[in-house]
Nanobody, 123 residues
Framework: QVQLVESGGGLVQAGGSLRLSCAAS????????MGWSRQAPGKQRELVAH???????NYADSVQGRFTSSRGNATNTVYLQMSSLKPEDTAVYYC?????????????????WGQGTQVTVSS
């Protein structure tokens, strides 16, 4: 089994910054991609940042220039640095990872999600 655990959420005033962390652990042979999505009350979950296996990162238009996502030196981690936060950034933030686990015969890829961390931006 694989677990993803996020941390770093909280309450911040508009214009402030927060840094989220996500660490994957368990039966991990490889991680292809990692990223972040969020879900605000009454809204659908939306992609925030997607860290491609080649090293590039794609961002939602709404966070471009304000958020930066990066993989840690320990490749099982991903971070989301959020700056110039706005009230509309208030949401539960989830990290995800495309993880390969070796079952003794071949590597099986599967998507995993963290439990989410609340980010609240006050105006």
């Amino acid at each position: 089994q694989v677990q993803l655990v996020e941390s770093g959420g909280g309450l911040v005033q508009a214009g402030g910054s927060l840094r989220l962390s996500c660490a994957a652990s368990g039966s991990i042979f490889s991680i292809n991609v990692m990223g972040w999505s969020r879900q605000a009350p009454g809204k659908q979950r939306e992609l925030v940042a997607h860290n491609n296996s080649g090293g590039s990162t794609n961002y939602a238009d709404s966070v471009q220039g304000r958020f930066t996502s990066s993989r840690g030196n320990a490749t099982n981690t991903v971070y989301l640095q959020m700056s110039s936060l706005k009230p509309e950034d208030t949401a539960v933030y989830y990290c995800y990872a495309d993880v390969g686990s070796y079952n003794g015969d071949h590597v099986r890829m599967k998507d995993y999600w963290g439990q989410g961390t609340q980010v609240t931006v006050s105006s």
